[in-house]
């Protein structure tokens, strides 16, 4: 055991000071004879050196202390670690006046962990008392290493605690990063969806556009060739062969305008179920006779605000559909209903949560995969052969049905069939007082006299109305913009009706004119003539009384209808 200290360096030295006599010398041969290893101090701050750099005990002559400053001795026993109670071995003195007693009492106090021995000093008692002490030492000793140790483990569980830390952080900044990234993917994903969804749709404009334009134009070279050849007779049919080309091409400017939301509606109250019956009969004559139609209608189902003549055209267009999806005949079955869409419900079909009447058309036909679903509102999308669809009919239904505050959803199963759903907002008021609207128009006699005031900045249209106007037996008369419009309705002249276009220039839209022209003549009826952009500005379709609009193109009849209508109204 005693070996084992030696090879621990000065751990277990023990340091002698005893400056007088040969006591230090003396006392070393001794322990160094126990196995002991020894270092002779020559004073004081020898003794604090050799304590600062390891010592197992220290055996201290008194007199050695005698008169010295100890301050800086107990500063050191002060300053001990906490697994540290380092011990002295004194030698006392033969002296023994109280003094001297008293100065070791306090010495004692000073130096904490303190053996004395008394002169004459016995051998065994020396190297017991040093052997004693430097036991007490090993034990300091095995609970430094054992605070070392806990220290360690401390450490290395806080190090290992960081390093985990660092790692979750990291973990989660990669997570953060693959976030973003698959962000960014999804982003430019639907951005090249939505670029091939533009591309679709310019290039099926285009493609329908320069058909009707070389009908158009081809159909007009001929009508000249014809006149120069002073053959007037035989234009008939070039005339004719345009005027369906500018029909097409009206009809897909509006199946269009209905897809971007942006068609002219006029939404009356409207029961549903009396505008299925009245489509019936067509629907068979349109869809043949492999197909066995059913209608469903729910009793009691509520009114609804919305274009009738549209939603004909919708209803119209999914039984083409279902006809299409059947070509070897099959079931049909149109059905209405009340519905109640909750939060949940409302959410699952992107619309907000209310009462709404549904119109649904189920075919038992080929049904659309997943993917054909996803397009199947897409305008120019059609999985049809070339010339048989032009893709616009779901498009303009989903346009019209949200711009009606609507939905239309699709449940498809492929091989099985297909329903399509759509959803009308509830209309409260009663629609038996509108059907009159719905009734076909009596005819009626030509104007005699009344005047109509024309408010249009494109003088190609105002001659054009004015012309129908005349040829109808009104009077007419003109204006270019607003102002000028309102000085002809302060003054005293007759006006039965305003026709005015809705964007003029002047600083006075056609909306305002007709606000300021109702202030002098509250019972005025107007005619507002719109292009889709300046749809907002008359209300969207939801005008006061006498308020109407007819939208850009219009045919000549439609224009004449129109007016006659209002005029005798
Ligand atoms: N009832 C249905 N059953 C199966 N597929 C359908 C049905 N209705 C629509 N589809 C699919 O959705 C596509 C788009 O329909 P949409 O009515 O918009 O255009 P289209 O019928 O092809 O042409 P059109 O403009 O003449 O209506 C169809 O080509 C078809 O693939
Ligand atoms: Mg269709």
């Known amino acids: 055991m005693l070996r084992n200290m030696d090879r621990e360096g000065f751990s277990f030295r023990v340091v002698i000071l005893a400056p007088i006599g040969r006591d230090a010398s003396a006392s070393a041969d001794l322990l160094r004879k126990v196995g002991l290893t020894t270092h002779i101090a020559k004073d004081l701050s020898e003794l604090l050196c050799c304590l600062d750099s390891g010592a197992g005990a220290a055996f201290v002559a008194e007199e050695a202390l005698f008169n010295e400053d100890l301050t800086a001795f107990q500063d050191w026993i002060a300053r001990q670690p906490p697994w540290s109670d380092f011990p002295f071995v004194v ?33 065994i008692t020396l190297t017991s008392a040093m052997q004693v002490a430097l036991r007490a030492r ?45 962000e960014r993917v999804e982003a430019s994903l639907r951005q090249s969806q939505k670029m091939e969804a533009v591309g679709q749709l310019t290039g099926g404009l285009a493609h329908d556009f320069n058909n009707l334009l070389a009908g158009i134009s081809g159909s007009l070279e001929m009508t000249r060739a014809r006149l120069s050849q002073g053959r007037a007779d035989a234009v008939d049919r070039y005339i004719t ?3 369906g080309a500018v029909k097409r091409a009206a009809a897909l400017t509006h199946r269009l305008l209905a897809f971007s939301r942006r068609q002219t509606l006029e939404p009356k109250p409207t029961n549903v179920n009396r505008l299925i019956s009245g489509m ?53 079955t149109i059905e209405t209903a009340n519905r109640w869409l909750d939060e949940r419900a409302a959410r699952e079909r992107d619309i907000a949560p209310g009462q709404y009447v549904s119109l649904c058309v189920t075919d038992t036909g080929i049904g659309m995969t997943p993917d054909v679903a996803a397009h199947a509102f897409d305008p120019f999308f059609t999985t049809k052969p070339l010339g048989q669809g032009t893709g616009l009919g779901l498009s303009m239904i989903y346009g019209f049905a949200r711009q009606s505050g609507g939905q239309i959803c699709i449940y498809s199963e492929v091989g099985k069939g297909t329903t399509m759903c759509l959803y009308l907002p509830r209309h409260d008021d009663d629609p038996s007082i ?31 109305i ?9 009077s007419v008369i003109e204006a270019s913009d607003g102002p000028a419009g309102l000085r002809v309705l302060q ?29 002098l003549r509250p019972e005025l009826r107007v005619l507002f003539i719109t292009g889709y952009a300046e749809n907002a500005l008359v209300g969207n379709g939801q005008l006061e009384r006498g308020m109407h609009v007819l939208a850009k193109p219009f045919v000549v009849d439609r224009l004449t209808a129109k007016i006659r209508e209002l005029i005798k109204y």
């Open 241 to 243: 062969a345009a005027q």
């Open 138 to 182: 090993r034990r300091q000793y095995e609970v430094k290493t054992l605070i070392e140790a806990q220290e360690a483990a401390a450490e290395r569980l806080e190090a290992l605690v960081t390093a985990r830390t660092q790692e979750l952080e990291q973990a989660n900044a990669d997570l953060k990063g693959q976030m973003v990234e698959r």
């Open 280 to 332: 019936e009969e067509l629907v068979r004559r349109t869809v043949g006779p492999a197909i066995h139609i059913e209608v469903v209608g729910s009793g009691g189902l509520w009114p609804t605000l919305v274009d009738p003549n549209q939603l004909e055209n919708a209803l119209l267009n999914l039984c083409l559909n279902a006809r299409d999806a059947m070509p070897e005949g099959g079931r049909l």
């Open 491 to 519: 003054s005293a002249a007759r006006i039965d009706l305003l026709i005015t276009d809705v964007g003029l220039p002047g600083g006075m839209n056609g909306r305002q004119v007709a606000d300021a022209a109702r202030e």
């Open 466 to 474: 004015a012309d129908v106007l005349a040829d109808s037996g009104y």
């Open 91 to 123: 030698l006392t003195s033969q002296l023994d006046h109280p003094r001297a007693k008293t100065w070791r009492h306090a010495l004692a106090d000073k130096l904490q962990n303190v053996s004395m021995l008394e002169r004459p000093l016995q051998v």
């Open 434 to 464: 509108d059907d009159a609207a719905n009734l076909p128009e009596a005819s009626v006699s030509p104007g005699d006299g009344e005047a109509v005031l024309v408010i249009d900045d494109e003088p190609s249209i105002r001659m054009l």
